[in-house]
Each structure stands twice: as C-alpha cells, then as structure tokens.
C-alpha cells in the first residue's frame, strides 16, 4: 500500500513538473521563436525537396491539344520522368516533352530520327536511311483515309539531336517544319511513361491500349498550329 501510494505521488509529481515546464515554455518567447523557426525551417526543406523533385526527377504534365492522338488524348496528365536522358539518350519510338525554338511552352512528341540518320517523307510514308518506318501501332491515317499530306526532302539529323513528329501525322507541328527542325537533347525535358489521370485511363504510352484506339480523328472545323 505504501508503495501505491509513493508512486501515486511520484507519478502526481512528475505531471506538475510536466505542466510546469510547458507553461514556462508558453510564456518565453525565445522558446516560442525558435519552435517558429524549427518549422518554418522544416517547411522550407520539404518546399526545396518537393520543387528538386519536380525540376530534376518527376512530374505530372498535362496533354495540350491533339497532335499525339490517339496515343494521347486532349486534357489527360502524362508521368514525365527525367532522370534516364541524363544516362542515355532519347531511342526512336520514344514519346518525350521537348521544346521547340521560340516557343514557350513544352510539346510531347515521338523521335521518329536518330543522330546521323535521314528523315524523308514520300507518298504518305516515312522513311529512315531510305527504309519505311513501321508505324502501324499508332498511326492508321486520319479520318479521311489520307497518309501523311505533306512530303518531306531528307532531312538529316545533326549529332546529339532527334527528330520528332506527332503521332496525329496531319495535325502536327514538328520537325518537319523548316522553322522547328531536329530537337537538340539540350531541349528535350523528359520522357512520357504513362497516362496518370483519368484514374479510369491509367496506361503505358507503349503498351496501354488508349480509349480512342482505331477511332479515326475527325478534325475541328478550324485548326490551329500549335502543339
């Protein structure tokens, strides 16, 4: 019972010694600056930490009009990793962000060429070295039956550039405009892994199958180049 009782007042103890030290720490104000500065010290770590990821790493971006259709579809969020070009370089069928000269936003788009090889485009077909670019799984044509519109005279591809287009050949700004041309790797942001949102179109960009699959693209009634 003694013993009881001894811990009883020691634990009573403890718990006004407690109450005491917290209601000294409530009145100093040191103590309360520099709890203030602990957090706004940790706030800024996790803000610096949150904005390396986004720069150097990863990022959610969102899909800006329909040159990568039906691949990527108007207003869905791509998985943009940017770690791998900084160990390898882009591989042709890549889908990557990369920015066009004067241009101030980014574009997605496929490397179609590789440094030293020749782009051409001829009778609605390209080719590499002189060989047809199988493209089947993802360019069909448009909705009105036509290959790629506009030919192409060679173009070669300089050293650490790649050449792009959109996979929606005929509504596309890229590469193959004099203006725009092969994309230094100095230019290229990162590359696209996945569709992220819609939740209900989660996918690869090479394996997923998009919801539009096999759905020819039926135009706007005016459009504007542009990514």
Known sequence: ??????????????????????????????????????????????????LAIRLFVFEPVQVVGDSMYPSLLDGERMFVEKVSYLIEPPERGDVIICRYPAYAENCVKRVIGLPGETVSVSGGIVYVNGEPLEESAYWQGDSFGRDIRVDMEPVTVPEKSVFVMGDNRNFSTDSREASIGPIPYAQVMGKVHSVIFPLGEVRSVYTGVSPMAGVPYAPPALFYWGQ
């Open 1 to 50: 019972t003694r013993l009881c009782m001894q811990q009883r007042a020691s634990g009573r103890l403890r718990g006004a010694m407690v109450a005491a030290g917290e209601e000294l720490h409530k009145r100093d104000e040191a103590f309360k600056r520099a709890s203030n500065l602990d957090f706004l010290m940790w706030l800024a770590v996790f803000v610096a930490l949150a």
